[in-house]
T-cell receptor, first 116, second 111 residues
Framework: GAVVSQHPSRVICKSGTSVKIECRSLDFQATTMFWYRQFPKQSLMLMATSNEGSKATYEQGVEKDKFLINHASLTLSTLTVTSAHPEDSSFYIC????????????FGPGTRLLVL | AQKVTQAQTEISVVEKEDVTLDCVYETRDTTYYLFWYKQPPSGELVFLIRRNSFDEQNEISGRYSWNFQKSTSSFNFTITASQVVDSAVYFCALTGNQFYFGTGTSLTVIP
């Protein structure tokens, strides 16, 4: 149980294009989903927290107009990197927290984004 | 303020050796949770354990064991008889109003 998927696993795009990353909880309802960014050899940096049906809460320094997050259902959240630039290249990881398991986040496999 | 410190940046051990990964935390909350996650080279974080602040019992799961000492604010992780497949980055995390991750310890097990 507690499986979280992410799609795509890897994406290469040209500068200026938008990229959408999907995060799905496959076998549980995720009341809260989180989006993280991880640079090589560094820890995870929380970008935003999203609750189903409401607007995401962004961490300080994260541009909400650049990183659009939608949590339309209890099993799906999407992160759209708008007008991506090379500095947006990173490893993006989502996690999901279920209604009944206390505080535990289950992580997706991550998406490697490379912007040329 | 909440904070998680993993002082060991990188550790190398020879296969079959035991290794302990340290985690020290700071929090003002009376109720909190502590976690360990494993991140192998593939990148996916694997949940290893959750510990409630009221439960100071040590836990053993196969070759893995965890020592929770509230008095020293530590939640250390020991791998017994390490194997090459244990090579990964290990993160300790603490809940507060968000997840606080340590900076991770990169473990390399040499065959």
């Amino acid at each position: 149980g507690a499986v979280v998927s992410q799609h795509p696993s890897r994406v290469i795009c040209k500068s200026g294009t938008s990229v959408k990353i999907e995060c799905r909880s496959l076998d549980f309802q995720a009341t809260t989903m989180f989006w993280y960014r991880q640079f090589p050899k560094q820890s995870l940096m929380l970008m935003a927290t999203s609750n189903e049906g409401s607007k995401a809460t962004y961490e300080q320094g994260v541009e909400k107009d650049k990183f659009l997050i939608n949590h339309a259902s209890l099993t799906l959240s999407t992160l759209t990197v708008t007008s991506a630039h090379p500095e947006d290249s990173s490893f993006y990881i989502c996690s999901a927290m279920g209604r009944f398991e206390q505080e535990t986040q289950y992580f997706g496999p991550g998406t490697r984004l490379l912007v040329l | 303020a909440q904070k998680v410190t993993q002082a060991q940046t990188e550790i190398s051990v020879v296969e079959k050796e035991d290794v302990t990964l340290d985690c020290v935390y700071e929090t003002r909350d009376t109720t909190y949770y502590l976690f360990w996650y494993k991140q192998p080279p593939s990148g996916e974080l694997v949940f290893l354990i959750r510990r409630n602040s009221f439960d100071e019992q040590n836990e053993i799961s196969g070759r893995y064991s965890w020592n929770f000492q509230k008095s020293t604010s530590s939640f250390n992780f020991t791998i017994t008889a390490s194997q090459v497949v244990d090579s990964a980055v290990y993160f300790c995390a603490l809940t507060g109003n968000q997840f606080y991750f340590g900076t991770g310890t990169s473990l390399t097990v040499i065959p």
